[in-house]
């Protein structure tokens, strides 16, 4: 069965071999066994359900979280010639008819459906009268109480092993901790399922965190690195998403807001122009991106810190799919520490969950503040080992500095103390510097003996204490007191005089070094007007035929047709990427275009 899963990649998708462990993962399922697949984004993980759903007799079933994921992915399908559908709440009664009529007329070969609506009796009752080939799970990660985007629905999934027995499962991710990994198999029941991890790194995703001082004035400085790009910025909440898009939009910029609260045709619009349009900047909260195949997202900007490492490996893995550099770029301060551990010791959720999400966040903050390669501990969080820096982060191309921080952290240490561990780090910091204010002197503190003793600090240098002795476990951000700074048990030995503290150099942004990667630095002078009028080809066939450019062909296929020059029909399906049925429908416009340019180059 492994050779006509081969043929469907060559004749159907277009490419000559399988990557990394495709053919391993596709022959596991073709025997019928059940399996977990962890794979990053962009690494083909949707070829390892497709094809053997292809392969085995009857239907293949996929479940999807999200509308928007279900129709990319159909819209894709169909594009290759597969008969694939969706069934969700965009559907009218009609088309929901005339999906049922072609899943009894055979004709049906994958199936994209939610966990809630798969699940509902009737539904289940419906599915058992059909041939089912394969279930594919899509963002397992759902299923587990200690990943980062747990979902209720997910845990019902396990009853499938009894309504459909036979039918290999497969459940699939970008993003799981060896932990999550576990829990994953285990809530889904799946059978002795084999496990194939791939390697987690993103080689062509620069990392940079900085400080957050003048948010909107970094953020302009870094996009103006991606001139015409398209990108991605998140924030925390829908109020600030739709100020910094309008901001955006004021600098020339063509920026769009998408959050859950706004109306579900805008969301849609927005989301339609980013997936067809160049050079759209999304500004967004979480709610979107999980499922956007866009290949050529050149950057991922976070305003505002994630909720987890998981989180953060996720959101910024929507940049860069197509291989080629990209930037995941994030800022934050004081303020965003204090204010998810709030959300965090807010939640109604009960203690253990509580716990899980407050060592998430360590792990995320700890991370920020390293002062060796990023990327190296980025992959450790998952389970796997990078034995030398990556040559691709902030910290590798420019070296944070440290300097001895142990009498300024004293000096704080004990301003939170004598000021009776009551207040957030703004007061802290103005009785440190001795600032005479109304606040101060309402509460006597022009009177303590810490009044002052960092007069020597700027307010800059003293949060950026604060904040780094709250990732290092020395003080605590009380949640529950409005974020009223607490000493931990950590900082008895440092304010006794028994230990000593190097801290991080909060680097000014302006020195770091920015190396400019262009997306296609290897198109050549003499390439360029062919690769215009290729790209130029591809936007009026996806205008004409409604599809994102993406789904005509990607960057990676033009480059080839550059590169190589086909201009006949055999020529033309030796490039990878470029299967039958696509060149049925848009080979003829490609080679008119080539051979019209070679004429010309005569």
Not at 28 to 36: E, K, P, R, S, W
Not at 292 to 308: E, Q
Not at 419 to 431: E, L, P, S, Y
Request: glycine share 6%; charged share 25%; with cysteine.
């Amino acid at each position: 069965m492994l050779d006509k899963a081969h043929h469907i990649l060559k004749h159907t998708y277009g490419y000559d071999a399988f990557r990394d462990r495709q053919a391993e993962i596709i022959q596991t399922a073709l025997n019928g066994d059940d399996t977990v697949v962890l794979m990053p984004t962009g690494g083909g993980k949707s070829l390892c359900y497709q094809i053997p759903a292809l392969v085995r007799e009857g239907l293949g079933i996929v479940i999807s979280p999200l509308i928007a994921l279900m129709q990319d992915q159909v819209s894709s399908l169909q594009q290759l010639g597969i008969n694939a559908a969706f069934l969700n709440s965009t559907l009218k009664a009609e088309q929901k008819r005339q999906v049922a009529a072609a899943m009894h007329n055979k004709e049906l070969q994958l199936l994209y459906i939610a966990p809630e609506r798969l699940m509902q009796p009737q539904t289940l009752e419906w599915l058992q009268q059909f041939e089912i080939s394969l279930i594919a799970i899509d963002e397992a990660h759902c299923v587990s109480q200690w990943g980062h985007d747990f979902r209720q629905d997910y845990l019902l999934l396990h009853h499938l092993k009894e309504r459909f027995p036979n039918v290999p499962r497969m459940a699939l991710t970008a993003t799981a901790t060896p932990r999550s990994q576990a829990d994953i198999a285990h809530n889904l029941q799946l059978d002795n399922p084999q496990f194939f991890i791939s390697n987690f790194d993103r080689p062509n995703i620069r990392y940079t965190v900085a400080q957050k001082n003048d948010a909107r004035k970094q953020l302009i400085r870094f996009i103006a690195q991606h001139k015409g790009e398209s990108g991605v910025v998140y924030c925390l909440s829908r109020k600030k998403v739709e100020s910094t898009a309008a901001w955006l939009c004021t600098r020339g910029l063509t920026a769009l807001p998408y959050h859950a609260g706004l109306p579900a045709e805008l969301r849609a619009h927005n989301q339609d122009r980013f997936l067809r349009e160049e050079g759209i900047i999304m500004v967004a909260t979480i709610a979107f991106g999980m499922g956007i195949d866009k290949p050529d997202v050149r950057f991922v900007a976070h305003m505002d810190l994630p909720k987890s490492m998981e989180a953060y490996y996720q959101e910024t893995g929507r940049a860069g799919r197509d291989g080629d550099p990209a930037d995941a770029w994030m800022i934050y301060g004081l303020n965003d520490v204090v204010q998810l551990s709030q959300m965090v010791a807010q939640s109604t959720a009960g203690e253990e969950f509580k716990r899980n999400e407050r060592q998430k966040l360590d792990a995320l903050l700890g991370w920020c503040e390293v002062t060796e390669c990023r990327r190296q501990p980025l992959l450790a969080y998952f389970g796997q080992t990078q034995t030398s820096p990556c040559g691709n982060c902030d910290t590798c191309l420019t070296p944070p500095k440290t300097w001895d921080a142990t009498e300024a952290a004293r000096k704080l240490l004990s301003c939170v103390y004598r000021t009776g561990q009551r207040f957030g780090a703004g007061q802290v910091i103005d009785v440190l510097r001795g600032k005479d204010n109304d606040k101060v002197r309402n509460y006597g503190h022009e009177k303590l003996s810490c009044f002052g003793v960092g007069s020597d600090l700027s307010p800059e240098r003293c949060s950026s204490i604060i904040r780094q002795l709250i990732v290092r476990g020395y003080l605590f951000a009380d949640a529950e007191r409005y974020g009223a700074l607490r000493l931990t048990e950590n900082a008895r030995p440092l304010l006794k005089g028994d230990e000593s503290l190097l801290l991080r150099e909060d680097i000014r942004e302006s020195l770091l070094k920015h190396k400019k990667i262009r997306k296609h630095a290897h198109v050549s002078d003499e390439d360029s007007s062919l690769w215009d009028l290729l790209r130029a080809c591809r936007k009026d066939l996806a205008d004409e035929n409604g599809i994102p450019p993406y789904q005509v062909f990607h960057d990676a296929t033009l480059m080839e047709m550059m590169e190589m020059h086909p201009t006949t029909y055999s020529e033309l399906l030796e490039i990878s990427g470029v299967g039958e049925k696509k060149l049925d429908k848009f080979g003829d416009a490609f080679l008119d275009v080539i051979n019209k340019h070679l004429l010309s180059e005569g």
